[in-house]
């Protein structure tokens, strides 16, 4: 079973890099600046901006933060993989045996950690929050 689903999860996150790069989601030079602006506001990146106004460089900069405000980290976090990967494992499951948890060995949770090389416990804790910040309303 774990073999199956690594398989499944690889061949999935091939057909998303192909399809990146077959040219749905590429970037069209045309559209440049557009994806430059978007990534500077939504990914906090702003060297695609710079690289595409490399005249006014030395003037874009990221907003000031408010006082205790942090920037979404963006570091490698192989226990959030891990959470991710245990949500598609059981989309998975449901499309093709119409149920979401296994009632053996091995888990979701067991397969991701395995796959992630991360700790189970830390991987419960990561749904568990995730699942929160789902479920919580959003605050002005």
Do not use: C
């Not at 989601?25 to 702003?46: C, G, H, S, T």
């Not at 959470?83 to 989309?91: P, S, Y």
């Not at 045996?97 to 700790?119: C, F, G, H, L, M």
């Amino acid at each position: 079973m774990t073999q199956w689903v690594n398989h499944q999860l690889n061949m999935m996150d091939l057909e998303e890099l192909q399809r990146d790069l077959s040219g749905k989601n590429a970037i069209d030079p045309a559209n440049y600046l557009e994806w430059a602006i978007e990534q500077a506001d939504i990914e906090r990146d702003i060297r695609p901006l710079k690289d595409a106004l490399p005249y006014l460089a030395r003037f874009l900069r990221l907003p000031k933060k408010g006082h205790g405000k942090r920037l979404p980290s963006r570091q490698y976090n192989p226990t959030k993989r891990a959470a991710e990967d245990v949500r598609r494992i059981r989309a998975l499951w449901k499309q093709h045996y119409s149920k979401v948890k296994r009632t053996t060995e091995p888990s979701a949770e067991s397969i991701a950690a395995d796959r992630w090389d991360t700790n189970e416990e830390a991987l419960f804790n990561e749904l568990k929050k995730s699942h929160r910040r789902a479920k919580s309303p959003k605050r002005p």
